[in-house]
């Protein structure tokens, strides 16, 4: 059964700085990776899909990384801004599964 | 276009009534899912629907729930009687295609009180 941990459950940075998230999983067959953000009282929006085949995607101030060998991806947040402060989740769609494995989330705080 | 449209956003009701929350997914999408999120467990699915076919219905809890999806623009969640143990945030999502394989599109959740 695929099992994904995001470490660590809360982080805080000041504003401007570079930061990465973390996130792994313990069964390497997956088809694909999302990433998402989750504002409070609000759903989920999602912000890369990273197929099984590729090695990252970038989109504006975010890119996340994938090493299916090891388990393991990451999303970059450069220059972070106040409003980057969420919830960030990661997801793993499993092969021959038609279901995403959500990781519980790491809560980002952009300290102005 | 409007996103998928959950109602109601909160719901509050005493032990045994019956509950339903609704869902409107993205027009086009053919992919559906129910989530329910806890602090405990975080987002767990407990159904997913494609093509209104209910594909994979092994997260549901227990009898007490139900889903259904009597066309592409609409599905329900049904729990009958619910139980204080049922309090949470219940997601739907959409998306296009069977697997998994574009972004996923969550509603912003409907919070249920189960007193």
């Known amino acids: 059964k695929q099992e994904v941990t995001q470490i660590p459950a809360a982080l805080s940075v000041p504003e401007g700085e570079n930061l990465v998230l973390n996130c792994s999983f313990t069964?390497?067959?997956?088809?694909?990776l999302q990433w998402f953000r989750q504002d409070p009282g609000k759903g989920l929006t999602s912000l890369l899909l990273?197929?099984?085949?590729?090695r990252e995607q970038t989109s504006g101030r975010l890119n996340a990384s994938l090493d299916k060998s090891s388990g393991r991806s990451t999303l970059y947040i450069a220059a972070s801004q106040p409003g980057d402060s969420a919830t960030y989740l990661c997801?793993?769609?499993?092969?021959?599964?038609?279901?995403?494995?959500f990781g519980t989330g790491t809560r980002l705080t952009i300290i102005p | 276009d409007a996103g998928v449209i959950q109602s109601p956003r909160h719901e509050v009701t005493e032990m045994g009534q019956e509950v339903t929350l609704r869902c409107k997914p993205i027009?086009?999408?053919?992919?559906l899912f129910w989530y329910r999120q806890t602090m405990m467990r975080g987002l767990e699915l407990l159904i997913y629907?494609?093509?209104?076919?209910?594909?994979?219905d092994s997260g549901m809890p227990e009898d007490r729930f139900s889903a259904k999806m009597p066309n592409a623009s609409f599905s329900t969640l049904k729990i009958q009687p619910s139980e204080p143990r049922d309090s949470a945030v219940y997601f739907c999502?959409?998306?296009?295609?069977?697997?998994?394989?574009?972004?996923?599109?969550f509603g912003n959740g409907t919070r249920l009180t189960v007193t």
């Open positions: 999502a959409s998306s296009w295609g069977r697997r998994v394989n574009s972004p996923l599109h």
């Open positions: 069964d390497s067959a997956i088809y694909n």
């Open positions: 990273i197929q099984s085949s590729q």
């Open positions: 997801a793993v769609g499993d092969f021959g599964n038609e279901k995403l494995t």
């Open positions: 027009s086009g999408h053919n992919s």
């Open positions: 629907f494609n093509n209104n076919v209910p594909i994979d």
